[in-house]
T-cell receptor, first 112, second 113 residues
């Protein structure tokens, strides 16, 4: 019930391409879905987040698509750049100040 | 805004000693802070949830007598690893909650020799 499944485990994308990472959840009580970006040896940084009352949220090159009926959400990185090479984690929580349930992470490599 | 700091960033200690890690929210007050542990190339594992002025809530399997958490103020939480052993070597990360959002510190690399 508390799991968040993330795929793929790793992803290689050419510069300028679109990176797509998918997550699926089971707990229908989840109502907050953030994405975090983590560089080696650093803490995760909040990238973008969505609430279930909208199906899509865009911030710059980053877009979250949310499908409530399928219990799935995804991160799209447009015009991927080498600087985007990092590990990305999806997460989910419910209620304010509640603990996050993390996906297993996706290592993204953007090649020249 | 929403900056979280951790100190120290790296620490090496001998087996049997205790180590304290500080987590501070620099520009906001956080009623709830979280402590995570992360192994290489793995996801974050929640260790405990810390609320200001009350006892921490530990996740199943986390020894509360070994990982002491104190949340003394709305901007400071500390994690003390007591009687550290090599298996406690890891990357420890804190986060501070503001409404739904959690902001993470830069992490502390603990090496126990």
């Amino acid at each position: 019930q508390q799991q968040v499944k993330q795929s793929p485990q790793s992803l290689i994308v050419q510069k300028g391409g679109i990176s797509i990472i998918n997550c699926a959840y089971e707990n229908t009580a989840f109502d907050y879905f953030p994405w975090y970006q983590q560089f080696p040896g650093k803490g995760p940084a909040l990238l973008i987040a969505i609430r279930p009352d909208v199906s899509e949220k865009k911030e710059g090159r980053f877009t979250i698509s949310f499908n409530k009926s399928a219990k799935q959400f995804s991160l799209h990185i447009m015009d991927s750049q080498p600087g985007d090479s990092a590990t990305y984690f999806c997460a989910a929580s419910h209620n304010t100040a509640s603990k996050l349930t993390f996906g297993t992470g996706t290592r993204l490599q953007v090649t020249l | 805004g929403a900056v979280v700091s951790q100190h120290p960033s790296r620490v090496i200690c001998k087996s049997g000693t205790s180590v304290k890690i500080e987590c501070r929210s620099l520009d906001f007050q956080a009623t709830t802070m979280f402590w995570y542990r992360q192994f290489p190339k793995k996801s974050l594992m929640l260790m405990a949830t810390s609320n200001e002025g009350s006892k921490a809530t530990y996740e199943q399997g986390v020894e509360k007598d070994k990982f002491l958490i104190n949340h003394a103020s709305l901007t400071l939480s500390t994690l003390t690893v007591t009687s550290a052993h090599p298996e406690d070597s890891s990357f420890y990360i804190c986060s501070a909650g503001v409404s739904y959002e959690q902001y993470f510190g830069p992490g502390t690399r603990l090496t126990v020799t």
